[in-house]
């Protein structure tokens, strides 16, 4: 129970911040939807990387609990460093020789845009016809407006009065026949006059008629990717480890151990529904350093439980005979040395993270590159039934690549998505909507597992390329559903029901569950035995592409913003189903190829179930 709590709050920090980052350097920040994405997909894409290097250390030296302990210390200085968010991106509309502040209110899908006029704030709504007061005609408005009100009254409804005495004055009065000369009826309907006092807006500024321009806070970014460098490097030490630790609790073939395993993945997703449920509540409704002190809470009682709970575990997952934690090399031990090391390279990993640019071009090479020289390897020095096993995990770990591309749209473009092109109900927000897929995963989990229980007694168990093809296809269909919604059930101002991307998510979380938990399963009974440590830090390299990949995705269906706020929500909803549809018939059609091939990767297999 132990691990079971500090994994969970673990993850509670983890997912709570994940549910408000994307929503946050939007409308906080003030970066666009493709740069936001892209810095999202090399933070996940180094939060996948770096437990490669956490695992190592922790293998040869430290041990998993010390490892754990380090990883748990940095994610909570990472976690609170993110609820100081400085002043934020700031823009100005530039017109007529002026410049006006743009600010905005709220923070959920209902915010409103202001320009200040001096101390005055006033309402606009910025669109591909431009800038307009809201609430203020435009003087084409007016006239039109005086057009049909003289209209109105040169031609009366009914002329039927005949007597000229009677037409002059009505019998209620002559209030009444005031009210019906032209002047007055005139008066009657034209609207408010528009603002035109020196320096006032418009209340039309046409598209080409002013410039948006953006100051950087370039003190709070720098706060911002620290304590991201932080988060991942804590990551790294603590997520490979944590497992370990697990696993070091009962022996090889205990009965037990896999009923410890569920119960440890119970908490990993209880503690992401709390975490989107409560961060995203209190970051959209009350502030995002609310949000994110929250997140790092909850880490910190998980670091509390871990090291309160330091007795139950009895020494296990200690530091290995060999690491010689106590040799010194310039009169300090071989451990501070390496907490030193640890704490130090956060500084190269806060300047890569700012490069989100570079971290996608290196991996989009490196990462094929490891799976080309994989198969390779495969090829030439392996002969038999390893040969076949070690091509077969190397097929499906490549077709996992595809499968969480879809999938980790969810930290950008669903996210996104939900905040632009999403009607919400009152009591729900956009960060609230990843409570959808761990919701699922703890009710339909147990459903799924017993599922396979059943068809397993019965010979029926699909293999593990069959429930790789159905994940692909569950995940491609979810997209085409919101593409469904985006063609015939769309609101007045451009949004599909939130009942549509709860589908989505619904269909990717059951394809979830037929992939995921195989994975790092198939990975270990298919890979040589002196293979499975560079086997699973191939697994981890391949998530580490899928997050830079979903981030090239994910880009591809940013629009303009302004202050955060979409200017034309027709176009940015058309731009999501676009992509959508784009991936989801892939997923969906990949799928069903590794559906026809998966008799040919049974056999591969040679047997492991």
Known sequence: MILFFTEMWERF??????????????????????????????????????????????????????????????????????????????????YGGQEYRIEVEGRDTSRQLYAMVGEERVPIDVSPTGIRVSGVPTAAEEAQARSAASSQATVPAAATVTDPEAAAVPADGPATAVATSPETLADAVRPAATVTAPGALPALIGPGEYEIRKTVDLPGQATLFFALALIIVGVGFLKP???????????????????????????????????????????????????????????????????????????RADPPASAKLDKKTLGVPREAWIYILG??????????VQQHDAVEASLLYLVPTV????????????????????????????????????????????????????????????????????????????VMAALWV??????????????????????????????WASKHFVT??????????????????????????????????????????????????????????A?????????ETVGGVVTNPQLALETYAGVFQTIGLYGVGIGFVLLLISPVLKWMMRGVQ
């Not at 410890?260 to 990993?268: A, D, L, R, W």
């Not at 068809?455 to 293999?463: D, F, Q, T, W």
């Not at 979830?512 to 086997?535: D, F």
């Not at 981030?551 to 629009?559: E, R």
Request: net charge positive; with cysteine.
């Open 343 to 352: 704490i130090l390279f956060v500084i190269p990993t806060w300047l890569i």
């Open 241 to 315: 480890n944590i497992s370990t630790v697990v696993g070091s609790l009962y022996e090889q073939n205990d009965p037990r151990r896999d009923s410890g395993f569920t119960i440890f993945y119970v908490g990993i997703n209880l503690g992401s529904i709390l975490a989107t449920a409560l961060c995203g509540w209190l970051g959209i409704q009350y502030g995002w350093r609310y949000g994110f002190g929250l997140a790092g809470v909850g880490m910190l009682f998980g670091l509390l439980t871990f090291w309160m709970g330091q007795k139950w575990l009895g020494g």
């Open 13 to 94: 920090s983890f997912y709570g911040m994940r549910a408000l980052l994307v929503l946050y350097l939007t409308q906080h920040f003030l970066f666009g939807s493709a740069e936001a994405q892209g810095i999202y997909a090399a933070y996940a894409a180094l939060v996948y990387l770096m437990p490669v290097l956490g695992g190592a250390i922790a293998d040869r030296f430290l041990g998993s609990r010390k490892a754990v302990t380090i990883g748990a210390l940095l994610l909570v200085a990472g976690h609170f460093t993110m609820a100081f968010e400085g002043s934020g991106g700031r823009e100005y509309i530039q």
């Open 551 to 559: 981030g090239i995705v994910a880009k591809s269906t940013a629009t």
């Open 492 to 549: 007045a101002d451009f949004k599909v029901p939130l009942l549509w991307l709860f589908l989505a998510y619904f269909l990717h979380s059951i394809g979830e569950l037929c992939l995921s938990p195989v994975g790092l399963s198939m990975i270990t009974k298919l890979s040589v035995p002196r293979m499975v440590g560079m086997m699973m830090g191939a697994w981890f390299m391949a998530s580490a592409l899928a997050h830079i990949v």
């Open 371 to 446: 799976f080309v020289g994989l198969l390779l390897y495969s090829l030439t020095f392996l002969k038999g039934d390893d040969r076949w096993k070690m091509l077969a995990a190397i097929i499906l770990t490549m077709f996992s690549v595809l499968f969480w591309t879809l999938f980790e749209q969810a930290g950008s473009s669903l996210t996104l998505f939900a905040d632009q092109s999403t009607q919400m109900p009152s009591w729900f927000n956009a960060a609230q909507t990843q409570t959808f897929n761990p919701g699922v995963i703890v009710i339909f989990g147990p």
């Open 454 to 483: 059943l068809l397993a007694k019965r010979g029926l168990n699909p293999s593990v390329p069959l429930k790789f093809a159905f994940g692909l296809i569950l995940v491609g269909a979810g997209f085409l559903v919101l593409v």
